[in-house]
């Protein structure tokens, strides 16, 4: 999965040596350049390089429209199908059914229409501690076990107590982008509790003026939302470029919300699973 | 002047301090995106950081549509003009007439509409040599003397003979970008005699099928091509990225036109004024 698509984003993916081919889903938040400028390039070079499987393409309306408009002008007949799903930008809509997990929009405040994206795990089952287990179980007992039923006899006695043979189940990660917004309380219900939350903070606090009229969030102001949200970590970013030294925004962040960390170019955030 | 304007040129420029601000014309050969994808990345910056000057743009029917696709998404309204010169890849035709140089379309042989741009320098003055003038000449009689005249006195008589007190003008230089193309020797005529002809040669000749078959050009024929045109220098780039190591090609041009130099990213190239 790739969130955005901003210019050059397939020349990092290259020097990131990520495998771009195995991107089957694209979230654009809007449709500002440093969000997709760079799709179009990417999609090609999929092309150029052989792709043939589908590509669920989620966005604003008129993604598609530009899309289609550069492939006419250079005569391209893509050798994959690219799947549009628009967004509705304005109310939280599942767009995303997966086996593992599903997807949501965040409806954000930007000076044109946009909206974040909520990623959630769906329920793990329990996992087997196969030391503690008889040797002779069917499957279908075995199945039962994960979903964390008891174990009975003909009599309707508990043969094996599913506590006792399972471990409580991995946890449903839960991870949300949202960029690019002003400071927007109305978020905060659907992402509490969340493992990780992305929130752009274009400036430090003493630029909160030009935030409020570009519609961008501060660093103090996106470590309020995490902190309201009570989420586990808070990544910052979508900085200004007047910032070369990035550690005061980090520093505004973390006064308000410890744990905050910087998304620099590369860095990797793994969500852990217990 | 900016030629074709591939995703990521504005990083680019950027990192080879070239100030993208002192662009006020570009020229766009054809609509594959490796030509300008980075143009509305480009054109946004160049707005998000001031620009007030108006930008002449060159290059195929359609680029315009897309150009204002974008903006229209983005509900972006430039604080600059962009002037959009569509061209006629078909037929040599006089786009420019700048103040010291023209600027002509060279149709080329691509699998969609495509053409190179000549650059020729207008003729240029006659240069005074101080030493060997009167102090007292008017000023018609300078521009006279530089327009190649000799002054004569009232009984028509040569006062002073031109070559006596003037050097040649410097030379009015030339500059063709061709790409992409296959190898076409319509455009020898155009640019016989120019000083430095920028050809493309995507492959090796061993790949001369495929160089056929994509409508590009190997480095042999592009040799082949500044030989014939009897250019001064041949400069050669567009290399597929399946070679690695460049030297093979510019050894295979150099058997056909020893002076050609490889583009390689970052170099510049300098056409002397006499």
């Not at 087997?128 to 008889?134: F, R, S």
């Not at 990660?173 to 917004?181: I, L, M, P």
């Not at 949200?229 to 910032?243: C, D, E, M, Q, T």
């Not at 990035?246 to 590369?266: K, W």
């Amino acid at each position: 999965m790739l969130l955005d698509c901003g210019e050059g984003t397939q020349m990092q993916l290259i020097n990131y040596k990520i495998r771009y081919q195995r991107i089957n889903h694209i979230f654009i938040t809007h449709l500002h350049g440093d969000h997709y400028f760079g799709l179009i390039g990417l999609l090609s070079t999929m092309h150029l390089h052989g792709r043939k499987n589908d590509i669920e393409l989620y966005g604003p309306i008129g993604l598609d429209e530009i899309i289609t408009l550069q492939l006419k002008y250079s005569e391209t007949f893509l050798a994959y199908k690219i799947n549009f799903h628009p967004v509705d930008t304005e109310n939280i809509t599942q767009i995303l059914d997966a086996k593992h997990f599903v997807v949501e929009t965040i409806p954000l405040s930007h000076r044109i229409k946009c909206c974040g994206y909520l990623f959630k795990e769906k329920p793990k089952k329990r996992r087997l501690i196969k030391e503690a287990l008889p040797e002779d179980l069917s499957l279908l007992n075995l199945v039962a076990l994960k979903d964390g039923k008891d174990l009975l006899d003909e009599y309707g006695e508990i043969l094996i107590e599913n506590e006792k043979v399972t471990l409580p189940p991995k946890k449903n990660r839960t991870y949300a982008y949202c960029t690019d917004t002003a400071y927007l309380e109305a978020i905060i219900p659907q992402i509490t509790d969340i493992d990780l939350l992305y929130h752009e903070s274009t400036f430090l606090s003493d630029m909160k003026a030009r935030a409020i009229e570009t519609y961008h969030s501060t660093c103090a102001e996106a470590a309020t939302i995490a902190k309201k949200a009570n989420v586990k970590k808070l990544v910052i970013g979508h900085f200004s470029s007047r910032y070369k030294d990035l550690s005061p925004l980090l520093e505004e962040a973390r006064t308000v919300f410890p744990n905050t960390s910087l998304a620099i170019e590369g860095e990797l955030f793994e969500i852990p699973e217990e």
